[in-house]
């Protein structure tokens, strides 16, 4: 009885009484996330503490966006790969070990690129916002502009009060 109960609500995609969608649900994911970081943990370390020390604004910005959509999150991960090419470049072709991650970080400038990266991607994001706000505000009120004047010509038109009564 409960294992049908559990595959008529997988089918429609409601969550189980234990949580749990049938699909991939956010237990799952965690699962794999964890899976794909411990393999590249045990693959290549070197990539691992270079992408924990490159993705380091990422993970605050992942943490402290709770839109519906995560828009500031997509640019800023955006911007920090765009600030992350030249020291994933530099990890390949230094040999890609330990050693090369760790000089990699010891330049300023690398790990810099990428958090100013990460930095231009939110204030970016921020500032189209307050454009996008402020255009809206000039288009709404000329927008006004035009309806007022048009009702200034029909109640002159049809000989109305300025102000009609409650």
């Known amino acids: 009885m409960a294992r049908a109960a559990k595959a008529r609500h997988a089918r429609a995609g409601r969550p189980t009484p234990s949580g749990s ?3 991939l649900g956010s237990t799952g994911w965690k699962w794999w996330q964890g899976m794909l970081g411990g393999m590249l ?4 370390p070197g990539a691992a503490m270079l992408l ?3 993705s380091a604004p990422v993970l605050l ?6 839109t519906p959509r995560r828009v500031v999150t997509r640019t800023v991960i955006l911007f920090s790969l765009a600030g992350a090419v030249e020291p994933a470049r530099a990890f390949v072709m230094m040999g890609h070990d330990v050693a090369a991650a760790v000089e990699i970080l010891m330049r300023s400038t690398d790990v810099l690129l990428a958090w100013l990266g990460a930095g231009c991607g939110w204030v970016l994001n921020e500032l189209f916002c307050l454009v996008a706000t402020f255009v809206t ?3 709404l009120s000329a927008r006004r502009a035009t309806l007022e004047t ?3 010509q029909v109640r002159t038109e049809w000989e ?3 102000d009609p009564p409650p």
């Open 150 to 152: 048009m009702l200034l």
């Open 52 to 54: 924990v020390a490159l």
């Open 21 to 23: 969608t049938g699909r």
């Open 137 to 139: 505000g000039l288009r």
């Open 61 to 66: 910005v992942m943490i402290a966006d709770s």
């Open 160 to 162: 109305l009060a300025e």
């Open 41 to 44: 943990l045990m693959l290549s």
